[in-house]
């Protein structure tokens, strides 16, 4: 198990420098690339292959979802105006940066032209079933003899704008995967609406009326929304850049040649350069404090809400907030080079990968595209051999090619998808990413986020010691009077305390010391807040008490006034959950950037055990630690705060809850409206959806197994294969079904394997 190698997974994470920058999680060469112009999985499959073949590339991986390709060489780079000119031939654009505002408007391009090929083909394709349906049920009296071969002409001629508007760019796709020699389900769908088409047209020539519109129709309106639920995990990852660096502000503070203070965007500073922030500024670019002290918010890194103490020496990375005192920083990194840009590129990759079920779905679709060819063939030789004419070998031939469409291998995924969103959504659940339910099927590890993930974020009270004549009370009302305009989260705290009524003074005047504390002047009196150091060197005799974390010392006029204890608020549903995940049998680890002390404590009043506890991590060191886990078993990473993005990228499934900060929910599969109490609820829904994934493909590949045998000795006539195949995909459709039945995820008695 994860849980016995985690003392040595932390040891190798702090020593290896891979897990502190994104940019060593590669092996040889690799270059990530901007592919424009794709509009669905296939037109990465066909990319892909054509990127393999090319000189000097050892190998590439391209993805629909991300727009991105990354190729890998060993030695020599291949030249880029080499593979843009490749990728061109098939109607595609490469280019060498990720751009998010032109990812944007592709992804936006693709789902309104899959709404309106759609909405056409749902509109039509209604029209085009009914006669159809009327001629199935014919030899129950439904329709007269002499107007079947009307209704099916009325099919047909339905069935038009279906078959050539909104089936257009699956036959472009399916010809240029041929081209690239990656054939797919695109091309199987071609063949299959081709064949359909075909045969229907001649049976009308032929005065019949056995004709297969319908399934043209019905296979094509099912893959556009099949294509339309992917185009969200699309716009979800093309999300990702765009949404880190809309956190960082655009205009910097520059000191110019002469000395004076100017204004600039931010892409027009070089390194080297000298910037100034001042209180309440957030920083556009990565730097080192020269002159100046100060407390920073660098929750984006830590996800520690609790400012830091800067001084000069100090570095001061892009997003991070100054919320006391004054900086000179010396510029490190421009745009482009920021740490902030390597975690939104990291994050980006990380979401291009694909799942197990979508690598099997395309080898099953390539491998079926030449077996149904070769079937095809060898049931009209078969024919022809046996003397048959020639019209009734070609319909054998074509009775292959619809008992063979692979609607049911189409269907077997994008079903069980739309179900299960549909029941997670009812929960609280929202489903980004359709592999989500694929990835947490296998889950033995859940790593939590602690704050705002376990807490709520804002500390509370958690002990009041009053020195002399002072009350529990009147030190709180105290502690709220000085610290009424302070942003620091202890003084949030003391906002959110409702216990004693106690309301802030608005009188007087504060004075904030950065990193020491904060002077209130009301009248004659004088309060100090702050640390104890501080309250010494103000001349307040201070006792000597023990250090807990988060304390605020007070004194007025002089004399010491007591101490004010804080903790972080734990969510209320926090211990019950981890309880019910612990008895289920997960391996749950508290992961954070908070001192080990702290996590340590938090720990305890969760049940997690201390050996599981790990503390002072960056983004990149806890996405490392997650890939080092995920060697032994599959993992479930729940945050909440910009600094997880990495973590909840790059987990086997990556939860974001309650009010999750815009990038941490982007990147996350699963968003959790509510509460971290519907992750039990989450995992059972996906395991119990991969294990219908799974039952559809085998329904798929086993019905395609027996029944095209079938059709090539001639067994089956092509109304009967019709029927068949109409069948199996009912099949399918009521095998995910199940997916709407209740899950006893929300009890927390219920016992679940946690590796089925």
């Not at 990565?286 to 996800?303: C, W």
């Not at 720990?603 to 997690?608: F, H, P, T, V, Y």
Request: hydrophobic letters at 45%.
């Amino acid at each position: 198990m994860a849980a016995d190698n985690v003392n040595t997974a932390q040891e190798s994470l702090d020593r290896d420098p891979r897990h502190r920058d994104p940019e060593h999680y590669k092996t040889g060469h690799q270059e990530i690339l901007m592919v424009e112009g794709m509009r669905c999985g296939s037109c990465a499959i066909a990319v892909e292959a054509l990127l393999k073949k090319q000189p000097g590339v050892r190998d590439a991986a391209v993805n629909f979802a991300a727009d991105v390709a990354m190729i890998c060489w060993d030695r020599e780079k291949p030249r880029l105006a080499n593979l843009q000119q490749a990728v061109a031939r098939l109607g595609y654009r490469l280019h060498d940066s990720v751009d998010p505002e032109r990812s944007k408007f592709q992804a936006e391009s693709v789902r309104k032209h899959l709404q309106r090929r759609l909405a056409v083909a749902v509109v039509f394709g209604m029209w085009s079933m009914m006669p159809a349906l009327l001629i199935y049920l014919a030899p129950f009296g439904a329709a007269e003899p002499e107007v079947l071969w009307p209704l099916a002409l009325a099919s047909g001629l339905f069935a038009v704008p279906v078959v050539i508007y909104s089936g257009s760019h699956f036959y472009r796709v399916g010809w240029r995967t041929l081209i690239a020699g990656a054939p797919g389900l695109d091309s199987l769908i071609f063949l299959a609406v081709f064949s359909a088409c075909i045969i229907s047209t001649w049976q009308l020539f032929s005065g019949s009326h056995h004709v297969y519109f319908d399934a043209a129709v019905m296979l094509i309106t099912f893959q556009l929304i099949a294509r339309l639920l992917d185009t969200s995990v699309r716009r979800r990852a093309s999300e990702i850049i765009r949404r880190y660096l809309q956190d960082v502000p655009e205009l910097v503070t520059v000191k110019a040649s002469d000395g004076k203070l100017e204004t600039r965007l931010a892409k027009d500073v070089s390194a080297g350069e000298r910037i100034f922030l001042q209180a309440g500024d957030q920083l556009a670019l990565d730097g080192n404090v020269f002159r100046g002290h100060g407390q920073a918010d660098l929750s984006m890194l830590t996800g520690e809400h609790l400012p830091q103490s800067l001084g000069p020496g100090d570095e001061l990375l892009a997003g991070c907030q100054l919320v006391e005192g004054e900086l000179e920083l010396t510029v490190t990194a421009i745009i482009g080079q920021r740490r902030i840009d390597r975690l939104s590129r990291s994050i980006s990759a990380l979401l291009s990968r694909k799942t197990t079920l979508q690598r099997l779905t395309d080898r099953i679709a390539r491998i079926l595209l030449p077996v149904i060819v070769t079937a095809a063939a060898l049931a009209v030789g078969l024919a022809f051999f046996q003397g048959v004419s020639a019209p009734e070998a070609a319909a054998r031939g074509l009775a292959v090619m619809i008992i063979s469409c692979p609607c049911a291998l189409s269907l077997a995924i994008p079903l069980v998808i739309t179900m299960g969103h549909a029941n997670m959504v009812s929960r609280g659940i929202v489903l980004r990413d359709p592999a989500a339910l694929e990835a947490a099927a296998k889950v033995g590890a859940i790593v939590f986020d602690k704050t705002g993930t376990l807490t709520t974020g804002v500390p509370s009270v958690n002990t009041i010691t009053p020195a002399g004549q002072w009350t529990e009370s009147s030190l709180l009302q105290l502690a709220r009077d000085i610290l009424r305009e302070s942003t620091h989260p202890v003084a949030k705290g003391l906002a959110a305390d409702t216990e004693f009524g106690l309301v802030a003074a608005s009188d007087g005047t504060r004075e904030s010391i950065a990193g020491a504390g904060t002077r209130w002047t009301n009248g004659m009196n004088t309060a100090l807040a702050g640390q104890a150091n501080w309250l010494c060197k103000q001349g307040v005799k201070v006792p000597s008490t023990e250090d807990t974390g988060m304390s605020v010392y007070l004194a007025c006029n002089g004399l010491y006034a007591g101490k004010i204890g804080f903790k972080e608020t734990l969510r209320p549903e926090a211990a019950s959950t981890i309880d019910q995940l612990t008895r289920q049998g997960f391996t749950i680890y508290l992961l954070s950037g908070d001192t080990h002390n702290a996590c340590l404590d938090f720990a305890e009043r969760l049940g997690i055990s201390p050996k599981h506890v790990i503390s002072g991590y960056s983004p990149e060191q806890k996405h490392g630690f997650i890939e080092t886990i995920e060697k032994q078993t599959d993992v479930v990473f729940v945050g909440d705060g910009l600094n997880d993005g990495l973590a909840l990228a790059g987990a086997r499934l990556g939860i974001a809850v309650g009010n999750a900060a815009s990038v941490a929910g982007a990147a996350a599969a699963v968003y959790l409206t509510e509460s971290i109490a519907k992750v039990p609820a989450t995992l059972q829904l996906a395991r119990r959806a991969r294990k219908l994934m799974h039952q559809n493909l085998f329904w798929a590949v086993g019905y395609n197994a027996v029944v095209i045998p079938l059709a090539v000795i001639g067994w089956v006539q092509p109304v009967i294969a019709a029927i068949a195949m109409s069948l199996s995909s009912v099949c399918v459709l009521l095998n995910s079904l199940r997916m709407q039945k209740q899950v006893s995820g929300d009890d927390p008695n219920s016992r679940v394997s946690a590796v089925q």
